[in-house]
């Protein structure tokens, strides 16, 4: 009785025990199967990195944290344009990130500023307005018809008295005049509603321009273990739809002071997010290209096989690929690549990734860029050269003397090329390119100088044309008259030039160069003049064209 009783409570442990066990695992099972509990956070844009055509965005999120467990993090309303491969997080040491995943939640209603709805408002009265407008005209209309047609007074048999006649013609001259006051009353009102509408209209378009339904969503699945306050969460990703390009400022105050750079961006952004009072940092990288420099690959040579004719002697002769197709007597064999398709594949050239040199610029100011599809300037630096102040004039084709300014090409202006706006003592002059230069110094045009004045005649009496057996000879002769009305010595740079010959059959001469430098290969000719204050300069030259008489010119 003893054993039996041994035996039962043996069986109903071992039944409890299994019990137990299988509550656990199904608790288990329930723990993990269960969908984490989702927390949709406010995030803000903190900083932004600016690449050629796209940007990396990161956002910070603060929230707290009551218990303990498994949550879904979610940062809604973010741009189509994310990559999505580009997505990262970090999180507050307190929090366990275990995934990061996106998706679309298209029941999401972007929320629109105050002064966003108002305007909306003011344009659906405004609409109403000149509805009631449009309304009171076709009145005026209508009741103006409704008198002229029924303007007969009286009967045939029975006439109008005279001063009855003065009264109704007052009435109708009183009843038109209060047409007329009416409808140009009306008309400025409408004029002036349709001038608000209009503003009204353009302001809502430049808020809807770029403005996207931001249906993203990146979910974190974090785990926290404890209760805390302002835990930090950042996000970051690649966005596209995004551009920026420099341009410069050069401003000279004059002729003994440096030349001032400055160095702008125009960021130009349609992500659907607006970036409201951001960290700018700007640079010619560009994430999506692999930086890659190439390698040489031994160049392998062989001998192509050679094609023959049956009734040819057989015999080699080597030719190295890329050669021209041999011929056999009357018989043309094309040579075909001897290249198995597998060697091609085997020896395709890779790409070697290399870090590439690039340039960043970052702001020290925080910048609000609206998602607006419009150009937004941004300060990036500004430095002073010392420069070589010239003045040059090419009277043969623009009287006009320029001045100029030789700077010297720092590292800068030979990384960022761009468009720059050239303001000389305060007047904006005109635009110029700024480009990576072989050279060590970069010229610059800053504008005209009218104190100095060029004239370019051709001198009749020293211009003939001669003939011996079939050559005709033309002479000519340049006059250039320079003056100098400033109050200052200035050194002047004039270029002009003799044609060139291409053909042995023309034959140029240069008779008197005037004290010119010559470039035999160009034909230019190159004055560099000391200009005294408030005097006058003469300068000539001349030569002489020979050719067959039978054989026109072109004009020179």
């Known amino acids: 009785m003893k054993k039996i009783r041994s035996i039962i409570i043996i069986v109903l442990a071992n039944t409890f025990n299994l019990l137990a066990q299988s509550n656990a695992v199904n608790d288990d099972i329930s723990y993990h199967n269960s969908k984490p509990s989702e927390r949709k956070v406010n995030s803000v844009v903190s900083n932004v990195t600016v690449f050629n055509n796209?940007?990396?965005?990161?956002?910070?999120?603060?929230?707290?944290?009551?218990?303990s467990g498994i949550f879904n993090i979610v940062f809604d309303k973010l741009s189509p344009y994310i990559n999505i491969n580009s997505i990262e997080a970090k999180a507050d040491a307190r929090i366990t990130i275990l995934s990061v995943s996106n998706?679309?939640?298209?029941?999401?209603?972007?929320?629109?500023?105050?002064?966003?709805?108002?305007?909306?408002?003011?344009?659906?009265?405004?609409?109403?307005?000149?509805?009631?407008?449009?309304?009171?005209?076709?009145?005026?209309?209508?009741?103006?018809?409704?008198?002229?047609n029924n303007k007969n007074v009286g009967s045939n048999q029975v006439g109008v008295k005279a001063d009855e006649l003065d009264d109704l013609m007052e009435l109708y001259k009183k009843k038109l005049d209060d047409f007329k006051v009416n409808w140009f009353r009306l008309t400025r009102l409408e004029d002036k509603y349709n001038k608000a509408k209009y503003y009204v209209e353009q302001q809502l378009a430049a808020y809807n321009n770029g403005k996207l339904t931001l249906n993203n969503e990146v979910i974190l699945t974090v785990k926290a273990e404890n209760n805390f306050q302002n835990a930090q969460v950042e996000l970051t990703y690649l966005v596209g739809n995004v551009s920026w390009s420099p341009y410069y400022d050069i401003r000279v105050k004059d002729n003994k002071s440096d030349v001032q750079f400055f160095l702008k961006a125009n960021i130009y952004q349609s992500t659907g997010e607006d970036w409201n009072n951001v960290k700018l940092k700007l640079t010619t990288a560009n994430p999506a290209e692999g930086g890659v420099k190439p390698e040489l690959q031994t160049n392998w040579l062989s001998f192509r096989p050679r094609e023959y004719s049956n009734n040819q002697n057989i015999g080699f002769k080597d030719v190295i690929t890329g050669?021209?197709?041999?011929?056999?007597?009357?018989?043309?064999?094309?040579?075909?690549?001897?290249?198995?398709?597998?060697?091609k594949t085997k020896f395709a050239q890779p790409k070697v990734s290399q870090n590439m040199f690039n340039t960043e610029f970052e702001t020290n100011i925080a910048y609000t860029i609206p998602s607006d599809n419009q150009n937004h300037q941004v300060d990036l630096t500004s430095f002073a050269q010392s420069a070589i102040?010239?003045?040059?004039?090419?009277p043969k084709l623009n009287k006009e003397v320029f001045v100029t300014a030789q700077v010297l090409a720092n590292d800068l202006i030979n990384q960022i090329s761009g468009e720059a706006n050239v303001y000389y003592d305060g007047t904006f002059t005109g635009k110029t390119m700024i480009s990576p230069t072989v050279n060590d110094t970069l010229l610059l045009t800053l504008g005209k100088d009218k104190r100095i004045q060029v004239e370019r005649k051709k001198l009749k009496e020293f211009c003939s044309n001669s003939f011996f057996g079939g050559t005709k000879t033309e002479s000519i002769t340049w006059e250039i008259t320079i003056k100098n009305t400033r109050k200052e010595a200035v050194t002047l740079t004039i270029e002009d030039q003799i044609p060139v010959s291409t053909d042995k059959e023309i034959e140029v001469k240069l008779t008197d160069k005037g004290n010119a430098n010559l470039d035999e290969a160009t034909g230019k000719l190159t004055w560099k003049l000391d200009l005294t204050p408030e005097k006058s300069q003469i300068i000539k030259f001349s030569f002489e064209v020979k050719h067959p008489k039978d054989k026109p010119l072109t004009g020179y």
């Open 54 to 67: 796209q940007a990396q965005v990161t956002r910070i999120a603060k929230l707290n944290f009551e218990g």
């Open 103 to 148: 998706r679309n939640e298209y029941l999401n209603n972007d929320e629109k500023p105050a002064d966003i709805i108002l305007l909306e408002d003011s344009l659906v009265k405004i609409n109403a307005e000149l509805e009631d407008f449009k309304a009171d005209k076709e009145s005026i209309v209508h009741q103006k018809e409704l008198m002229l």
């Open 323 to 343: 050669g021209t197709p041999a011929s056999y007597g009357d018989k043309v064999i094309e040579e075909e690549d001897p290249t198995p398709s597998n060697y």
């Open 389 to 394: 102040y010239g003045y040059s004039v090419v």
